[in-house]
């Protein structure tokens, strides 16, 4: 059985949507979620999903990888997803779990992307530089904010009508159809699964 983690920082429902795809999988299955805020409501869906869920301040990120590694690896976790996680993964963490960790990203990459560039912050300015299309970004990550190798990109279209509201309410629909496979697919070739 391959473990893998979901880092998040705020609502949850990519983690959820996950949760969900993953229920009674043969070999793959969400085993911990981790947030580094302490009241984001994805600690709640654990809870309600009966997913063990950790609190890691985001200074451990920062000042005390080994403890997160730790963490990770008293639950046997051999792969993480980010699924709305706002804080860079240290570089300890990212040697260790090397091609094994895949963020998404609510616009096509490597546009609206980087440090600062999230929530509805993209939306906004996908709209405001006159896009007529966005979309969804899965990549793995590295040591720099969404610059990790694109593992797979679909889009949505933006009109003129859009605001950063109904923008985000499209992409997340991609998230929810599409994250699960994508995770599930490069979990089963990263471990040479059937
Ligand atoms: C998603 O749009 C994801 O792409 C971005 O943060 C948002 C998280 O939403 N990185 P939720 O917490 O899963 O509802």
Known sequence: MIRFAIFASGSGSNAEN????FDNHKNIKPALVISNKP???VSKRAEMMNIP????????????????????????????????FLVLIPAELISH???KIINIH?????????????????????????ETQSGISIHYVNEV???GKLIFQTTCPVSKHDTPETLAEKVHELEYIHYPAVIEQTIRETFNLQ
């Open 18 to 21: 996950i949760i969900c795809y």
């Open 97 to 99: 779990y090397r091609n």
């Open 106 to 130: 609510p616009a096509l990459l490597p546009a609206y992307g980087g440090k600062g560039m999230y929530g509805d912050r993209v939306h906004k300015a996908v709209i405001d530089a006159g």
């Open 145 to 147: 904010y969404d610059a």
């Open 53 to 84: 869920y950790l609190y890691i301040p985001s200074s451990d990120f920062k000042n005390n990888p080994s403890n997160v590694l730790e963490q990770l690896e008293s639950y046997n976790i051999r792969f993480i997803v980010l699924a709305g």
């Open 39 to 41: 009241n984001a409501y």
